[in-house]
């Protein structure tokens, strides 16, 4: 290990790491060792680190995960006088060894990258951008504001029994909840409401991958929460430890589903309060669903738990559940797989 590294190990091993610089320092603890939980530990240090020189290490750390989630966060500090320069680096080195990143917050990220660089791999970059032109994963949360998000009107079965003025007038109802329910704080989508409140991407979607990082408050009670495939239950968010109902199998398990497989293969949850992160592809009715870098379901149909007899819907929306309890979303990419 060079003098280098051995600095970096030292600063990581440091310092407590947990969701929020509110809540109560406390070990680290992380499921299995993977790019997307290093990944979540070079995000705290980063944020926590006053040190420019500690910084740009942990970007070039962060480079070496070669996540997606890993060059967009690089990708805000390309505008930073002092770790631009480092930035660009690790966006370029993530994009160039991935393209199957490729898309449009990929090349725009690649275009403010290739004025910190020069020579050869300016060269790249430009290449790069010249030869893509897929739209790729595109940004559904802003980090400023609920743009591109709505609230919950019944089920998909229900709202297609609605006439246009029903659902209209539902709707607004539904937003009027939704703004009271769901803040942003921090630049985190967070869930301050006490109920059961889902929020909704304005846009529909049939094939599709999905990145979203998630973690819960564990202060709240019973906490618990799920995402929603084309408007149904769902990919389930748990607290371990509470084993009263059955959630020591882990996060990522399609919960609702009753004739095929509900429980994750395995349990890949880091510990409540610390960040994880879900990769969830949706091709047909089959959900392939990745927790921290494993993989805990593996092309698994999601049945209508709407109508069982019916198959699950071609398209619908994509929904953030809170049940009850505190929840907070970030970096939510979607990328739809349709031609």
């Known amino acids: ?39 979540i530990k070079l995000r705290y240090a980063m944020d926590t680190s006053v040190k420019n020189s500690e910084r740009k290490m942990v970007l070039r750390k962060i480079g070496d995960t070669g996540t997606f989630l890993g060059m967009m966060y690089a990708g805000k500090y390309l505008d930073d006088a002092s770790l631009g320069k480092t930035a660009a680096q690790t966006v370029a080195a993530i994009a160039l060894a991935h393209p199957e990143y490729n898309g449009v917050n990929t090349r725009q990220l690649l275009r403010k990258a290739q004025l910190s660089l020069s020579g050869s791999m300016r060269k790249k970059l430009q290449d790069y951008i010249a030869n893509s032109c897929e739209v790729g994963f595109v940004s559904m949360f802003n980090g400023k504001d609920l743009s591109g998000w709505k609230g919950l009107v019944g089920n998909p079965i229900k709202r297609s029994q609605m006439t246009y003025d029903e659902l209209l007038k539902a709707q607004e109802k539904a937003d009027a909840t939704m703004r009271q329910d769901w803040k942003v704080e921090n630049g985190l989508l967070t869930y301050v409401g006490h109920g059961y409140d889902n929020i909704c991407t304005i846009g529909e979607y049939g094939d599709f991958e999905m990145y979203v990082d998630w973690a819960l408050d564990p202060s709240g009670k019973e906490p618990d929460a799920g995402i929603y495939l084309r408007g149904t239950p769902q990919v389930q ?19 609702n589903n009753k004739k095929y497989e509900s429980k994750p293969t395995s349990v890949a949850d880091n510990k409540v309060g610390i960040w994880n992160s879900f990769f969830i592809r949706m091709k047909g009715d089959k959900v392939t669903v990745l927790l921290n870098g494993v993989k805990v379901v593996d092309e698994v149909p999601l049945e209508n738990y709407w109508d069982r007899s019916q198959p699950i819907f071609p398209v619908e929306q994509i ?9 907070y979303y970030r970096d939510i990419y979607i990328r739809r797989l349709e031609k």
């Open 1 to 39: 290990m060079n003098y280098k590294s051995l600095v970096l190990s030292l600063f990581l091993s440091s310092i407590s790491f947990c969701y929020s610089q509110n809540a109560p320092s406390e070990p680290y603890t992380l499921g299995p060792k993977t790019p997307e939980n290093d990944l």
């Open 237 to 255: 968010i748990w607290d371990t430890a509470r084993v009263n109902v059955g959630a020591q199998v882990g996060s990522g398990g399609l919960y």
């Open 319 to 327: 929904e953030l559940q809170a049940h009850g309890s505190k929840v």
